[in-house]
């Protein structure tokens, strides 16, 4: 038998105006501002400051006026943190404060969630020995208040929404999108519930609308200097360097921090970090991935069963995997087509080499076991890196940028040791992406688990292969970004120096803020967004909203 927490009466406008909505914020512990939501917030301090308290038995004829009352009910179920009540002796009202207008649409003046939500404040303070005939919605743009009567009518709509709430709960299965709603534009969950992406994907009609990924205003921090100390300074992390700055940024714009090598981040800085949700991740001076710190993370441990289940699953495996190899190789094969250099020899891409890759990626959607989709991943991973040097430009190999084979471990040449970078640089941003919606990056479904090897990432990351770490290699050679005396040779390997390794960065910084459209959804957006909407579409996938999971493929 599930024991179901304490219903927060807030869950029951929630769920009334959208039962999914509920879900996501109760059941599986989601949520994103908006500028909706910290406007309400910030119109919610005075209301929200101390707690208040009623008198623990009404007196007759006693004024009652207490802000920020909180009262619980094991009977009813319920929890109510009240912005106001107020009164005069057993007859009291609750008062709720909504951040915008009066809706003059509304035949009372007030939404049914609105009406729900003050109608369950009352039946708890009637619970508590008081009396409420109506309760008041004050609307805090237009300055006006609005009484609702608690008739019969509205408590029984209240009961029902309360048990409507508890049996969605405690099924375990997440309520359907709505369908073309216009709420959805305006909800702070749309990127996360990704309404439209859902339905579409499951054959409805309607074509999605663009959803917008929150902080893209923020920037990632990057600290690869051995001798770098960054601390905390009010609202902004400064960085210094033999106790002389270097650098400051502002908290508030800060998407991710990544430290390298043994630069110092303080623990009031990495504290603040974790309090303001924004992930630090850490990396070898090479540049190798290591790890990443959070705060309390995703608390949707729902989608993390989910996960695990699939994981022991093999025909799922299977199947997410094809399509995963098979996404990688179009996207492979898309990149020489693009970027082929005209040479004496061959002017475009060889047509025997193109039918060959087309076969590879039939024979991956076709694989009968994980063991022959990695042997047909080996030999298309074997074509395009024989021909990777045909997409240099013609002066790279007088420049030292010369390519034969994929070496690693250590990368033996330039263009090598950039492909790792590379593939380390992207395998930490979706490690971040999936750790962002819930998911455990750990536990991949084609990429077997071993001791600290984010699987799930390098999973998700392999149709990004060639498209994002592929193409800024190309395009730091052929623009003359990255020049030989940007590495350094120790040991039977090549590295990239400060110096070149900062100009890398940067580079792929823009190939992430690069716009593209959607090929399924047609909406513009960018690889860093996409990151995210392709980890929601798993999360969606695993839950079996959607038939299958839609790889990315670029034409």
């Keep these: 038998m599930i024991v179901l927490p304490l219903i927060p009466v807030r869950m029951l406008n929630e769920h009334v105006y959208c039962p999914r909505l509920a879900y996501l914020m109760w059941v599986q512990g989601e949520f994103r501002h908006n500028e909706f939501t910290v406007d309400g917030v910030i119109k919610h301090r005075r209301v929200d400051k101390g707690g208040g308290k009623l008198p623990e038995i009404p007196v007759e004829d006693a004024r009652i006026h207490a802000r920020s009352v909180t009262l619980s009910s094991e009977v009813l179920g319920l929890i109510a943190k009240m912005d106001l009540v107020e009164g005069e002796g057993v007859v009291v009202a609750p008062v709720d404060y909504k951040r915008g207008k009066r809706p003059h649409k ?39 208040r609005v009484r609702v009567a608690l008739d019969e009518a509205l408590r029984k709509r209240t009961r029902d929404a309360m048990t409507e709430l508890r049996s969605n709960a405690a099924s375990g299965s997440i309520p359907a999108p709505l369908e073309d709603s216009p709420k959805c534009p305006r909800c702070s969950l749309a990127g996360i519930c990704l309404p439209d992406e859902v339905r579409f994907l499951s054959r409805s009609p309607v074509p999605p609308r663009p959803i917008f990924a929150a902080q893209d205003f923020a920037k990632p921090l990057y600290v690869q200097s051995q001798r770098a100390y960054v601390r905390k300074d009010g609202e902004v992390l400064v960085v210094e360097q033999e106790k002389e700055q270097v650098a400051k940024a502002r908290l508030a714009e800060i998407s991710q921090v990544a430290v390298f090598g043994s630069a110092v981040l303080t623990t009031p800085a990495l504290h603040e970090c974790l309090r303001r949700e924004i992930p630090v991740t850490w990396l070898s001076y090479g540049g190798w991935f290591i790890g990443h710190t959070m705060g309390v993370g995703q608390r949707n441990v729902e989608t993390r069963m989910q996960q695990y289940r699939a994981s022991f699953d093999d025909g799922r495996c299977l199947d997410l995997a094809r399509r995963l190899v098979a996404g990688k190789i179009v996207n492979s094969r898309t990149l020489l087509r693009r970027n082929w250099r005209e040479k004496e020899e061959q002017a475009q891409v060889p047509r025997d080499l193109l039918v060959l890759l087309r076969e590879d990626m039939r024979h991956a959607g076709r694989a009968a076991s994980l063991a022959v989709l990695l042997g047909v991943e080996g030999a298309a991973a074997s074509r395009y890196f024989q021909h990777f040097r045909n997409m240099l430009r013609t002066t790279s190999e007088d420049l030292g940028f010369d390519f034969t084979v994929r070496n690693r471990r250590p990368p033996k040449d330039p263009v090598n040791a950039m492909l790792s970078f590379g593939y380390a640089m992207l395998t930490r941003e979706w490690t971040m992406a999936l750790s962002s919606v819930g998911l455990d990056p750990y536990r991949g479904f084609y990429h077997q688990p071993r001791f600290g090897r984010p699987a799930l990432a390098l999973d998700m990351m392999e149709p990004f292969r060639p498209l994002v770490a592929d193409s800024v290699v190309l395009t730091v050679i052929n623009n003359g970004e990255v020049r030989p005396e940007d590495f350094i040779f120790a040991a039977g390997g090549c590295n990239l120096k400060d110096a070149g390794r900062k100009k890398f960065i940067q580079a792929f910084e823009r190939r992430l803020q690069q716009e593209i459209t959607h090929p399924i959804f047609k909406y513009r957006i960018t690889y860093r967004q996409l990151f995210e909407v392709q980890s929601r579409l798993l999360v969606r996938w695993l839950a079996d909203e959607i038939p299958t999971y839609p790889v990315f493929v670029t034409r």
Excluded: D, T
């Excluded at 939500?117 to 409420?132: D, F, I, K, N, P």
């Design 106 to 144: 509304a035949a009372s003046g007030v939404y049914e969630p609105e009406q729900v939500q003050v109608c369950a404040q009352g039946l708890l303070l009637e619970e508590h020995g008081y009396s409420c005939p109506e309760g008041i919605v004050y609307f805090v743009a237009s300055r006006e």
